[in-house]
């Protein structure tokens, strides 16, 4: 059983940065598809990033277009986390980030590709 937990979220002017956290324990993030989702109130959960690790030096990464060249995935694997560094934050950022872990490689931009998720940390980005 994974167990998520994230870390880092808060509050942020526009056009600023922050970096979210996720340590796991049960399990490796580099033996699993890790991801990010974010929640907005009144919406569904939606695709933020993937990573995921072929052999040890092969990534594979994906975006949502929203957030293409502004956020950055990335494994610790010395530490077991995966971090979301986002920056040029924007108001529609604005979301409760959830960090997730799976074993299906394909449609990663699904949350039923996933079957670990964390409890969220709060980002509010304002105007």
């Known amino acids: 059983q994974v167990q998520l937990v994230e870390s880092g979220g808060g509050l942020v002017q526009a056009g600023g940065s922050l970096r979210v956290s996720c340590a796991a324990s049960?399990?490796?993030?580099?033996?699993?598809?890790m991801g990010w989702f974010r929640q907005a109130p009144g919406k569904e959960r939606a695709f933020v990033a993937a990573?995921?690790?072929?052999?040890?030096?092969?990534?594979?990464?994906n975006y949502a277009d929203s957030v293409k060249g502004r956020f950055t995935i990335s494994t610790d694997n010395a530490q077991n986390t995966v971090n979301l560094q986002m920056n040029n934050l924007k108001p529609e950022d604005t979301a409760v980030y959830y960090c997730a872990a799976g074993r299906r490689s394909y449609s990663v931009n699904d949350v039923g590709a996933y079957d670990y998720w964390g409890q969220g940390t709060q980002v509010t980005v304002s105007s």
């Open positions: 990573i995921r690790w072929s052999g040890t030096s092969t990534i594979y990464l």
């Open positions: 049960g399990g490796t993030v580099s033996s699993y598809v």
